[in-house]
Structures are given as structure tokens and as C-alpha cells.
């Protein structure tokens, strides 16, 4: 029987982590998964939790392996979650797990204010600042915590400690650059060495151990490369690494990358998608979720998620632009209250599901075009939209988009993030060259949905006045 070669990706996220085995076309041989929504955040025990999630996906994917397969590399993908530490025995945890700071709070303010950087600009360092801002709060309200670091990072570097015991990171999950400026440092009070060395998603980060082999039922020594951040795996898995190319997730988080090669000076919000290019990112805080809230109450009773937005799509699809006059809008968090109630007096009030749903469908595509519109006013230019995560196999949901951005939207791979650790993983298994070529060889453009004219022109009213 002939041997096949294969790559091993894992996408650690906020709702599930998924494992897939990956031939050298991208194509998936075998698929795992495990919840993760599940684990709170504590000092102790939530890193312990995405670990074992890991361990359930990997074995699960492999159970289903076909025979005759062998494993070149693992990459991962990872959700951003910081301040995980390790103590003198090595020990993960999170301090600061319960930490209430944002970028308006006074911890927040001051890790980006002038103070700390003087005339540089503090978004040239993608989440290293607000990485700052969070052990300046552990430091000012938990002293004793903050003196017993050792060393400190992301959630993405302790998975790959587990793996290789080597403690690293990414450029995107670290600081945007090869070295961590001493700015961080002397805003955390941290010495430069308890910040993990930072490599290109495709270096190897180190074999994999043969404790992490013996819980995962894989060969020791199996080459790990570093990985990446879940976003820059997405817009790499579905290929929008171009200038010009915009990337939407449509998952747990709605977000916007738009590929700008060299970083903006325009102090947005960026971070590389892969080795030196930039892209700029926003999201639209809370949209997910109150998506999910306002289509469960319109289908509390359909199977799952995918079935519910199915069989509201279809209803809504014949719904004319403007949802027969009903306006939904999107809340800040912390509102949620009074978008259900929006819905519930809708259905009070007469108006179909088809209806209801057709208008929360154009509130979070005018969301969306109101994240890409600032992403133009900082100097993004988008030529080609993609769309990935599970939102990019909702049909009447892309076909609203296109219509209110007046643009083509391509459905891009649902699991982007999984391939672009997949292709992570090739590129540092030498498979491919470079990440131009793993997109050639491991990515298909998907369907492109067009707006349509009379919708568009609807829209456009809306979005000028």
C-alpha cells in the first residue's frame, strides 16, 4: 500500500477546536473536533481545558485515518488570549484571567498614550500594546502575581510549549516584528526574556515531545512548526494575502482584514497575515452573538445552527430589499436585551419570519459595510472580498452582503483557519516554497456571489443618507 503524507492542523478556537489531516492539495483526509465554549476563565484550569480539547480533536481525527498515512508536520491556529504565564516549575496559568481594562480604561490609556511611546505609533505593534495594558493592570492590582512571573505570552504559545516544550511565538500573536521593543518591558516591568522568542508560522518550533506524543497517539519527534494567530490562518487559507484582498470571518467573532502589504500610518488597528504584510482588522463587537440570539428565536426548534439559518434563508430569500420597511439594528454588548425585544415586538406585530430574519441579515451586512468603510477612511483599498468561518456558507446572508457593499463576495473555504495552518505546516515541512505556492497548490477559489443591481441601488440610498 502506498504511503500518503500528510500535515496535521489544528485550529484552537473560542467555540470548538477542530483537527483536520491535510493531503498536499488541501484536501481534508480525516477531521476532529471538541468543544471549547465550555471553559470559563480562571487562574487555574482554563489552559488545561484548551489542552484537553486539543487532545480530543487530535485523537479523534486520527481514529480516522485511512491506512497507509504518515504525518510530515503539525501547524495550529490559535484564538488570541494573553497573559498566560508560567511559573519557576513551568506551570501555565492565568493571572489575570478577570482583568476589567479596556483601551478607554486608565490601564488602557496609558499603554497607548505618548507617555509610553513618544512619537511612535503604538498600533505598529499589533496586540503587543494592549498585551501591555494587561500585565500593567495584573501589576498594579496584584503584585504579588506579577513578582511571580517567569515567563508570559499567549494561549497559542503554551499549546506549542505542550507540544515541543518550546516556549515561542508568532509575529502576529507577539509584536508585529522579530524582537519585542523595550517599550513593553519597561511598561510591564518585565525583563525582554520573559517574552517568548518570536519566529515565521513555518519555522520549527521543535519535535513533538514524547509526553504531548503519548497523549496525542502521535510519533515523537514529529516536526511542529510555530503557527499562527486564527486570523492571519484564515485570510492565508483562503488565499487573501494580496494587496488588495479583504478577508471576512464570519465565526464565534465578525472581522474584517483588509490586506495593505505595508502597515498603515494611520494608528489602526493591523497585524501580518504572513511574513512582512500587513493587514488592517476590525470587527463588529457582539455581532455573532446576537446574530445566533435573534435567528434562535425565530427557529428555536430546528436541529442545529446550520439547519436554522437554512431554513430561515429560505424564507427570507424572497423578501424584497428593505424587509418590508422593518429596521433591526445591531447593539453594543451588554444591550442584547433590546435587540430581543426588537424581534420579539416584530413577531408581535405581523411580520413573517421571512421578514424578521431578511432584516437581521441587512443589519449585520450594514455592520459590515460600516467596518469596511473604515477600513477605507484608514487607507485600506479592498479589490477582492473573501469570506470564511461558518457565516460564509450562508448563501442569503452573502447574497445581502454583496448587495449592500455593491461588490462581489467569494465563499472562501468555511474552515479557512485550518487550512492556513495546514499550509503553515507545508510550507515548514518543504512541501512548498514559499505561502504564495501553498495557496496554489492547497486552495481553490470558491463561488462568487454577485450583488444584485436593483438591491445594490436600494442600498446604496440607505448607506448615503
Given at each position: ?86 511559573d ?27 507617555e ?12 503587543a ?32 510549549l ?60 514529529t ?35 483588509g ?22 482588522v ?5 455581532a ?61 406585530s ?38 470564511t468561518?461558518?457565516g ?74
Amino acid at each position: 500500500m502506498a504511503t500518503v503524507d500528510l500535515v496535521l492542523a489544528v485550529d484552537v478556537g473560542s467555540t470548538w477546536c477542530k483537527a483536520a489531516y491535510l493531503d498536499g492539495q488541501g484536501r481534508v483526509i480525516a477531521t476532529g473536533r471538541a468543544p471549547t465554549r465550555q471553559i470559563a476563565p480562571a487562574r487555574n484550569g482554563t489552559l488545561e481545558g484548551f489542552w484537553e480539547a486539543f487532545v480530543l480533536s487530535v485523537r479523534q481525527a486520527t481514529s480516522r485515518l485511512p491506512d497507509g498515512s504518515a504525518l510530515s508536520a503539525v501547524g495550529i491556529s490559535c484564538r488570541a488570549l494573553f497573559g498566560v504565564c508560567l511559573d519557576r516549575a513551568g506551570n501555565g496559568y492565568l493571572p489575570a484571567w478577570d482583568a476589567a481594562w479596556d483601551r478607554s480604561s486608565p490601564d488602557g490609556l496609558y499603554a497607548y498614550s505618548p507617555e509610553v511611546w513618544g512619537e511612535k505609533d503604538p498600533y505598529a505593534y499589533g496586540y503587543a500594546t494592549g498585551f501591555g495594558a494587561l500585565i500593567l493592570w495584573l501589576r498594579r492590582t496584584r503584585p504579588a502575581e506579577w513578582q511571580a512571573i517567569q515567563r508570559v505570552g499567549a494561549l497559542h504559545d503554551y499549546i506549542v510549549l505542550r507540544l515541543t516544550g518550546v516556549w515561542v511565538t508568532d509575529p502576529t500573536t507577539g509584536p508585529g516584528q522579530y524582537v519585542w521593543p523595550d517599550e513593553i518591558a519597561q511598561m510591564t516591568g518585565l525583563p525582554l526574556g520573559a517574552f517568548p522568542p518570536i519566529a515565521d508560522p513555518h519555522c520549527l518550533a521543535g519535535g513533538l515531545s514524547a509526553e504531548a506524543a503519548g497523549a496525542l497517539g502521535l510519533p515523537p519527534g514529529t516536526p511542529v512548526v510555530v503557527g499562527m494567530h486564527d486570523g492571519a490562518a484564515a485570510n492565508l487559507g483562503v488565499g487573501a494575502i494580496g494587496v488588495g484582498d479583504g478577508c471576512f470571518t464570519f465565526g464565534t467573532n465578525f472581522v474584517f482584514r483588509g490586506v495593505t502589504g505595508r502597515r498603515l500610518t494611520s494608528r489602526s488597528m493591523g497585524y501580518l497575515i504572513t511574513p512582512g504584510v500587513w493587514s488592517w482588522v476590525g470587527n463588529i463587537p457582539g455581532a455573532s452573538a446576537q446574530f445566533e440570539m435573534a435567528t434562535q428565536m425565530l427557529a428555536d426548534g430546528a436541529p442545529d445552527v446550520a439547519a436554522r439559518h437554512a431554513h430561515l434563508g429560505s424564507l427570507a430569500d424572497g423578501v424584497a430589499p428593505g424587509a418590508g420597511t422593518l429596521c433591526l439594528r445591531l447593539v453594543a454588548p451588554g444591550r442584547e436585551e433590546e435587540l430581543r425585544q426588537a424581534v420579539a415586538a416584530a413577531r408581535q406585530s405581523g411580520y413573517s419570519d421571512g421578514v424578521i430574519y431578511r432584516a437581521i441579515l441587512e443589519a449585520v451586512a450594514l455592520g459590515e459595510w460600516g467596518l469596511v468603510a473604515r477600513a477605507q477612511r484608514d487607507g485600506v483599498q479592498p479589490r477582492r472580498l473573501v469570506a470564511t468561518g461558518g457565516g460564509a456558507a450562508n448563501g442569503p446572508f452573502l447574497r445581502v452582503l454583496a448587495s449592500v457593499l455593491d461588490a462581489p463576495v467569494e465563499m472562501g473555504a468555511v474552515e479557512g483557519g485550518l487550512l492556513g495552518a495546514g499550509m503553515a505546516a507545508a510550507v515548514g515541512g518543504g512541501w512548498y516554497a514559499s505561502y504564495d505556492d501553498a495557496v496554489a497548490g492547497m486552495s481553490a477559489p470558491g463561488p462568487v456571489i454577485r450583488p444584485d443591481p436593483d438591491a445594490a441601488a436600494f442600498y446604496r440610498e440607505i448607506v448615503h443618507l
